[in-house]
């Protein structure tokens, strides 16, 4: 089983659709939790961190379930810029800064 | 800004040589950094932990010999590798971390070629 596993997709949205990604983490002693994303060809960027009381950033909503050990993101009217692969990335209390990612879920939003 | 460096952007070289990439931190200290590739459509994997001043630790699997890592200074760790072969073409990443479990800043990653 992986540490990190995420639904590959692709999800293929028309614009302004609500999509929602998943994420699930073998090691119940993780510490932080993150989501990155992707752009073809391009380094990861940070595009939230993720908290067991849920954030919240413009259209972006992270939620973390530790009992679960299930992490989320929201995306609500979604925008073309959005098309990107999505990675989730978990960070261990043993290897703080040591970040073991998922696979990634690609996104396409559709005009 | 850019907080993370990494030079060259992108290299083409001949089965047998060897190749050096760098990572830097622009403006901060990185005791660690950490080496990825990623293949096409996969994600990144984890190569090895650069350590400021020590041996590298590197991934089961990932051969020490063929990857050489050396990390001198506080805002430079480099890779090389050594013999390239074409099945070594791969998409280079860095990353560094500010504050130890936090979020990593990635450099903008050296595509390899070797032809």
């Known amino acids: 089983r992986k540490e990190v596993e995420q639904d590959p997709g692709p999800f293929n949205v028309p614009e302004g659709a609500t999509v929602a990604f998943n994420c699930t983490y073998s090691?119940?002693?993780?510490?932080?939790f993150f989501w990155y994303r992707q752009d073809c060809r391009k380094e990861p960027k940070l595009l939230m961190s993720?908290?067991?009381s849920g954030n919240e950033d413009g259209r972006f909503t992270a939620q973390l379930n530790r009992a679960s050990q299930y992490i989320s993101l929201l995306i609500r009217d979604s925008k073309l810029s959005d098309s990107a692969t999505y990675l989730c990335?978990?960070?261990?209390?043993?290897?703080?800064?040591?970040?073991?990612f998922g696979d990634g879920t690609t996104l396409t939003v559709k005009p | 800004g850019a907080v993370v460096s990494q030079h060259p952007s992108r290299v083409i070289c001949k089965s047998g040589t060897s190749v050096k990439i760098e990572c830097r931190s622009l403006?901060?200290?990185?005791?660690?950094m950490f080496w990825y590739r990623q293949f096409p459509k996969k994600s990144l994997m984890l190569m090895a932990t650069?350590?400021?001043?020590?041996?590298?630790?590197?991934e089961q699997g990932v051969e020490k010999d063929k990857f050489l890592i050396n990390h001198a200074s506080l805002t430079l760790s480099t890779l090389t590798v050594t013999s390239a072969h074409p099945e070594d073409s791969s998409f280079y990443i860095c990353?560094?971390?500010?504050?130890?479990?936090?979020?990593?800043?990635f450099g903008p990653g050296t595509r390899l070629t070797v032809t």
């Open positions: 990353s560094a971390n500010r504050d130890r479990g936090n979020e990593q800043y």
């Open positions: 090691n119940s002693a993780s510490q932080s």
């Open positions: 993720v908290y067991s």
């Open positions: 990335v978990v960070n261990g209390a043993a290897n703080a800064g040591k970040s073991t």
């Open positions: 403006d901060f200290q990185a005791t660690t």
């Open positions: 650069s350590n400021e001043g020590s041996k590298a630790t590197y």
